[in-house]
């Protein structure tokens, strides 16, 4: 570990490997999001206004917690990721296409919250060990907030 710190007071090492996985974690955000556009638009059947509302109240919620991680990063002392480039490129989401199915749509959330999730327990181990309780608590909350939500996701597919 190196004995410099930042204007924070952290490790500039351990922060510069958590920007690193905050990049990851704001570039999966970023198609999570589109995602969910694309589901609220594309949305077709019988729970249509269910869904619908759902998935605005995701890409809602994720529109909020990108502004989040990038300003986390900054605060960190880095640069945010900005292109749709990078973000393909390092997301642990992949894109959706046309997807109008709602099973379909809500398996495909689960299935990003899973990666989501998995994404920020590793954050929340990396900023724990580097004493940085800033990005700690936004993981921690993040966590709490996003496991609710899948067990709702799962109630409605009937698991």
């Known amino acids: ?3 410099s710190k930042s204007f924070i007071g952290l490790d500039e090492v351990q922060s510069k ?9 704001l570039a999966t955000y970023q198609l999570f999001y589109i995602n969910s556009r694309g ?3 594309n949305i077709k059947g019988e729970k249509f206004f269910e869904l619908h509302l759902k998935f605005e109240e995701l890409y809602t ?3 909020i917690k990108i502004d989040e991680v990038a300003e986390r990063i900054l605060t960190l002392g880095h640069q945010p990721l900005h292109s749709y480039t990078d973000y393909l490129a390092i997301s642990k989401v992949k894109e959706s296409k046309n997807v109008a199915d709602g099973r379909k749509a809500v398996e495909e959330v689960l299935g990003s919250f899973k990666e989501v999730i998995m994404l920020q327990r590793e954050l929340l181990s990396m900023s724990a060990e580097a004493n940085d309780e800033g990005t700690n608590a936004l993981m921690s909350d993040y966590i709490r907030e996003q496991e ?7 109630s409605f597919l009937g698991r």
Do not use: A, I, R
């Open 148 to 154: 609710k939500l899948v067990w709702m996701y799962s």
């Open 39 to 41: 589901f609220h638009w």
């Open 17 to 25: 490997q958590l920007v690193d996985k905050l990049n990851v974690l």
């Open 61 to 63: 919620d994720f529109q």
């Open 1 to 3: 570990m190196s004995n």
